[in-house]
């Protein structure tokens, strides 16, 4: 078809096996089968001038200006990882991370249990500071409705012991060093600070249920009230 590339699913898997780190590309798999063998249709990328109608061929038409392999794969990468970022109500995507201690902690292991896991830019800034400070100070209510709090960042262990041990926080912290975490949930992007634009964690936080389901999702987090607000909200369901 001129004007057309078409991805087959043969094409779409060599070259997630080339770009992809091995685990990454395994997760990318799983979620392109999901989708049950669409109709390579779904997977055009038009680069013809004309009227684009599907959200998805407007951006690819932006994207792609020519038929180069590399940009046919970044495409795909936008769309794949549209489809893997969490939505309300979906069930919330599995990880195991180590803690301030060096401890690993897996989100399976808590199934059956509330879990509050919120993301955090930086240990000890003065944005993140209050919002551990505010949940420590809360920490005896979220512990009598029986709810599990993990923060997440990109920091180190070792940054994240010196931080628990500053304030004395309560709860666990989990280090993503690698990034991974924060890109499954979506939580990693652009960011600006005086007019500089940068990528870094997206302060949200994500409220699951027993079954494993998001229930809640923060996003643009207040600091200061984020910790009210949730226990507020898991008082509400708990009860509904």
């Not at 779409?12 to 798999?29: C, D, M, S, V, W």
């Not at 500089?196 to 809640?216: C, M």
Request: proline share 5%; charged share 30%.
């Amino acid at each position: 078809m001129r004007g057309s590339i078409l991805l087959d699913s043969s094409s779409r898997n060599e070259i997630i096996a080339e770009k992809f780190e091995k685990e990454k590309g395994r997760r990318l798999t799983r979620s392109l089968d999901s989708l049950k063998a669409p109709s390579t249709a779904f997977f055009e990328i038009s680069i013809r001038s004309g009227p684009v109608h599907s959200p998805i061929q407007r951006s690819s038409s932006r994207a792609i200006k020519s038929s180069s392999r590399l940009k046919m794969y970044h495409a795909i990468m936008i769309l794949s990882e549209s489809i893997m970022t969490p939505k309300l109500h979906s069930s919330a995507p599995l990880f195991a991370l180590p803690d301030q201690n060096g401890k690993e902690h897996s989100l399976a292991d808590h199934k059956g249990k509330w879990v509050l896991l919120y993301f955090y830019p930086k240990d000890d800034t003065p944005g993140c500071t209050k919002e551990a400070c505010a949940i420590r100070d809360s920490f005896p209510d979220f512990k009598k409705l029986k709810i599990v709090v993990f923060g997440v960042s990109i920091d180190s262990v070792d940054s994240h012991k010196k931080f628990e041990e500053k304030y004395e926080l309560p709860f666990t912290l989990l280090s993503d060093h690698k990034k991974e975490v924060v890109k499954k949930y979506g939580v990693w992007g652009k960011k600006k600070l005086m007019g500089h634009e940068y990528e870094g964690t997206l302060r949200t936080s994500f409220l699951i249920d027993p079954a494993g389901k998001i229930a809640k999702i923060y996003e643009d987090v207040n600091p200061v009230t984020h910790a009210a607000e949730v226990l507020a909200d898991l008082k509400d369901l708990q009860h509904s």
